[in-house]
C-alpha cells in the first residue's frame, strides 16, 4: 500500500523504550499518528462514592502524556491529545487521516477489555484492522511454558514452572527516527480542573513521583545505585534488605513509563556487576506477581473472585454510608499503624506493598467492611493503581482469589498479630 498510515493509540504505554506497538508500527507505515484519548470515564464517580481517578493520579498521567508529546516533538512530530471516549472519535480519525491499520495495546480489566471490544467493531464496519498488542508482562504469553487456559492459579507453581522454563526477552530500543502524518492541530493537555477536579494545582508536596519516561528511567537508574551502594557497604558480606525497602516502580510501571522488561534487564546488569541482594530480588519479584495478577485475569476474568452473590454483596456494602469505612479512609480507627499508613496514602498517593496488606487486613477481618469497598477507594487514591494488581492483592487478602492455598499469598494470623502489636506498642507511631 502506498503511503500507508498506522494510528498508534497510545495506553498505558507511555514510552519508546521496549514498546514493540511503536517499533512495528513505524517498520510497517509510511508515517504514524500517535493519538491519546483523555477518556471521561476514567474520572467518573463510581458506585462506591469514590472517583476512578484521584488528583494524585490524574496529575501523574497528565504529566507522563507531556512526558511522551515532548519526545515525540524533539523527534519531529506530536502525539494528537482528544478529550474523549475512543470509540466516540477512532472512526472518524481514521477516515479524517485516511488510516490503514491502528495499533494498541490490550488491557486485561473489564472494562478496558469492552473498550477494545468497541473499538474493533467500529473499525470492522471500516474494513479496518484493529492490531493487538501485549506489552505490559515480563513475559509474554506466548513464552511461558503453558497456555493461559492451563496457567497454575497457585502464584507458587506459577512463579516456580516460569522462572525454570520461559525465558525473558531482550527490549526492542527505542526508535531513533518516527515519520509523523501531516496534522496541525494536535490539541491541548488538559488541566485538572478541566479532568474534573477543583483545584489545577494542590498540594502535591509530598508527593515523590513526577510522571514520565525520563524520569522513570533515571529513578530505575538511581534505585539500582542504592542497592548497589548497600551491597558494597557491606564488602560482599551480606545482603540484608534496607528496612522498609520500597523501590516504588510501580508507579512508572502502572502507565508503562519503564517496561517490566526494561527493569529486568537492569537489575540482571546490577547484579552482575555488585552482586545480588535483597533488594534486587523483592524488585524480580513484584515483576512476578504483576505478571501473575494480568495473566489470572486473562485467564478468569470477574471469575477471579471466588465469592458467590458479589454483586448482591457490592449492593448491600454501598446502600449506606458506614462510619468504620469512614474512618478508615481518613485514618481515624484508633491504630496507629493503620492511621499512619491511610494518612500516608492520602497524602502522597503511595503505601508499601506491607502497608497496603495491614490496612486492607484491618477494614476486611476487624471492621468487617466487604473487600470492594477498600479497593475502590485504593483504585481512586493509589498513583500505581493497575486493575489486575489492586483488585487481586484485595481479593487474596479477602480470601476470595484463586490462589487460597499458596503459601507465599496472604497470611492472616500474621498481618493480625502485626496489628496487634502496633496497638500495644502504639507511641512508636505517636
Known amino acids: 500500500m502506498r503511503n500507508k498510515k498506522i494510528l498508534v493509540w497510545f495506553r498505558n504505554d507511555l514510552r519508546l523504550h521496549d514498546n514493540e506497538m511503536l517499533v ?103 474494513k479496518i484492522n484493529l492490531k493487538h498488542f501485549i506489552g505490559h508482562t515480563l513475559y509474554n504469553k506466548e513464552d511461558l511454558p503453558f497456555p493461559i487456559k492451563d496457567i497454575p492459579d ?43 477536579f477543583a483545584e489545577n494545582g494542590g498540594n502535591f508536596g509530598a508527593a515523590y513521583a513526577i510522571g514520565g519516561e525520563d524520569a522513570g528511567l533515571e529513578h530505575l537508574k538511581s534505585l539500582l545505585a542504592e542497592g548497589a551502594d548497600i551491597y558494597l557497604k557491606t564488602n560482599g558480606k551480606s545482603t540484608v534488605d534496607k528496612p522498609g525497602f520500597s523501590s516504588h516502580l510501580s508507579v512508572w510501571l502502572t502507565l508503562g513509563c519503564l517496561s517490566p522488561r526494561k527493569v529486568y534487564w537492569q537489575v540482571k546488569d546490577a547484579e552482575r556487576e555488585f552482586g545480588s541482594n535483597g533488594n534486587f530480588n523483592q524488585m524480580l519479584l513484584g515483576l512476578l506477581w504483576r505478571d501473575y495478577f494480568r495473566f489470572m485475569f486473562k485467564k478468569h476474568g470477574i471469575a477471579f473472585f471466588q465469592e458467590k452473590g458479589l454483586e448482591n454483596d457490592i449492593i448491600d456494602a454501598t446502600a449506606s454510608i458506614d462510619p468504620a469505612l469512614e474512618n478508615w479512609k481518613i485514618g481515624h480507627t484508633g491504630n496507629p499503624i493503620v ?18 496488606l495491614l490496612v486492607a487486613t484491618f477494614l476486611i477481618h476487624v471492621l468487617g467492611v466487604h473487600w470492594t469497598c477498600g479497593a475502590a477507594y485504593f483504585e481512586e487514591k493509589l498513583i500505581d493503581y493497575a486493575p489486575a494488581s ?35 506498642d502504639s507511641p512508636s507511631f505517636a
Open 24 to 126: 512495528e508500527a513505524i517498520a510497517k507505515s509510511d508515517s504514524i499518528l500517535p493519538v491519546y484519548f483523555f477518556d471521561p470515564r476514567y474520572f467518573e464517580d463510581t458506585r462506591f462514592g469514590t472517583v476512578k481517578t484521584g488528583a494524585y493520579r490524574a496529575r501523574f498521567l497528565v504529566e507522563s502524556v507531556l512526558s511522551l508529546r515532548n519526545t515525540l516533538r524533539k523527534m519531529g512530530g506530536d502525539i494528537l491529545l482528544i478529550h474523549g471516549r475512543p470509540e466516540d472519535h477512532i472512526k472518524d480519525l481514521v477516515t479524517q487521516f485516511d488510516i490503514a491499520e491502528v495499533y494498541h495495546h490490550r488491557e486485561v480489566g473489564p472494562e478496558e477489555t469492552l473498550i477494545s471490544d468497541d473499538v474493533e467493531d467500529l473499525l470492522w464496519e471500516l
Open 154 to 196: 497457585v502464584f507458587a507453581q506459577f512463579k516456580k514452572k516460569t522462572e525454570r522454563d520461559a525465558i525473558v526477552k531482550s527490549c526492542f530500543l527505542s526508535p531513533e527516527e518516527i515519520t509523523f502524518v501531516e496534522n496541525e492541530n494536535w490539541g491541548e493537555l488538559p488541566s485538572l480542573i478541566e479532568l474534573g
Open 339 to 356: 492511621d499512619k499508613y491511610m494518612k500516608e496514602l492520602n497524602d502522597t498517593g503511595f503505601i508499601p506493598h506491607p502497608g497496603r
Open 390 to 424: 489492586n483488585w487481586g492483592n484485595w481479593a487474596s487478602v479477602a480470601g476470595v482469589d484463586k490462589d487460597t492455598k499458596s503459601k507465599n499469598g496472604f497470611d492472616l494470623s500474621k498481618q493480625i498479630k502485626i496489628l496487634d502489636i502496633a496497638i500495644s
